[in-house]
């Protein structure tokens, strides 16, 4: 995929995104509350591309594993939504917004892991 791809595919989710929020505070197109302060969205965007190599806009196995080393498939299985061996930025989002209603730490913890990694 090109950086012209690329940018396109990343100005079609930011664009979901803005439509989502005009819908309602909290809904994505996604189909996920949205609950994560800004703040904290932007650094996850920035960790997904890091960690996306080919930049595609979604995570596959390999590019996981690059990073996460032997804990890549527990994330895998834990944030792969449809089970398409790949993660895509929605699940990613999707993952991290369900996580922080319940743990605010872990998100931050998992940020901070793949950014020294990184």
């Known amino acids: ?9 990343l100005d079609a989710y930011h664009s979901r995104r803005r439509q989502a ?19 904290v969205e932007r650094r996850l965007e920035r960790v997904f591309a890091s960690m996306d190599k080919n930049h595609d806009w979604a995570l596959e196995k390999a590019e996981v594993a690059q990073v ?9 299985d834990m ?8 993660v895509t930025i929605e699940e990613w989002m999707r993952y991290f917004n369900n996580l922080w209603q319940f743990m605010p730490d872990s998100v931050h913890h998992h940020i901070e892991v793949v950014e020294r990694r990184g």
Request: glycine share 6%; with cysteine; proline share 2%.
């Open 21 to 39: 929020a005009g819908r309602s505070f909290v809904s994505s197109a996604a189909g996920y509350q949205r609950v994560l302060p800004r703040d």
């Open 79 to 86: 944030v792969d939504v449809n089970k398409d061996y790949k």
């Open 1 to 9: 995929m090109s950086n012209t791809e690329a940018r396109a595919a």
């Open 68 to 76: 996460l080393g032997t804990e890549s498939d527990c994330m895998l």
